[in-house]
């Protein structure tokens, strides 16, 4: 996790698996090209923030969430696997 966290952060201070949620949150928002909301609170912003701001331009390039990729992952296994039965 590229967050250090420090005893100044104040509300930023949460748990790890608070930024992990928050970030991966944002992470799928920003990729669908969505602005950072501000009315979100604490990490949630902070997250929006960093994602969209702090990667040097390139964006973030996580457009699906994680069922969704996970759905097309099996329906490609199930391809490939009809695939391999009939060669």
Known sequence: M???????????????????EAYR?????????RKPDHTQDGVRWKAQLIVAYEREGQGDQ???????KLGMQRLTDEILRDIASKG
């Open 2 to 20: 590229p967050f250090k966290r420090k005893p100044g952060l104040g509300r930023y201070n949460e748990s790890r698996s608070a930024w992990y």
């Open 62 to 68: 996580l457009l699906l969430d994680a069922r969704t």
């Open 25 to 33: 949150i944002a992470r799928v928002a920003i990729g669908a090209g």
